[in-house]
């Protein structure tokens, strides 16, 4: 499965962005899919997951309430709406699928494929 994570760009504090991930080589309708951040300086971070069924949908606290992920299976892409961003969310920001039917979503290792990233740059 490859993973194409696209949508990032520069916007304003309290704007919107919305990333994609689209998958190919494979299906993601029975993987869960995460998006995870890295900004410079630090570790890879979990920002959001999406379980395999679309069912469930995971975030970490610092952006409850003003991200969402959702996915099209007849698309094959998964998407992360970004809502009230502030600086503190720029970072590259990856997308992640899991093995077939995996129920775990919060670590780096919980994921077997990994996308390129996507920058997401909020200024002050």
């Known amino acids: 499965v490859q993973l194409q994570a696209s949508g990032g760009g520069l916007v304003q504090t309290g704007g919107s962005l919305r990333l994609s991930c689209a998958g190919s080589?494979?299906?993601?309708?029975?993987?869960?899919v995460g998006w995870f951040r890295q900004a410079p300086g630090k570790e890879r971070e979990f920002a959001a997951a999406?379980?395999?069924?679309?069912?469930?949908?995971y975030y970490a606290d610092s952006v409850t309430g003003r991200f969402t992920i959702s996915r099209d299976n007849a698309k094959n892409t998964v998407y992360l709406q970004m809502n009230s961003v502030n600086p503190e969310d720029t970072a590259v920001y990856y997308c992640?699928?899991?093995?077939?039917?995996?129920?775990?979503?919060?670590?780096?290792?919980?994921?077997?494929?990994w996308g390129q990233g996507t920058q997401v740059t909020v200024s002050s």
């Open positions: 999406i379980s395999w069924s679309g069912s469930h949908t």
């Open positions: 080589g494979g299906t993601l309708s029975r993987r869960a």
């Open positions: 992640a699928a899991t093995d077939l039917y995996s129920n775990t979503y919060y670590r780096v290792s919980d994921y077997a494929y």
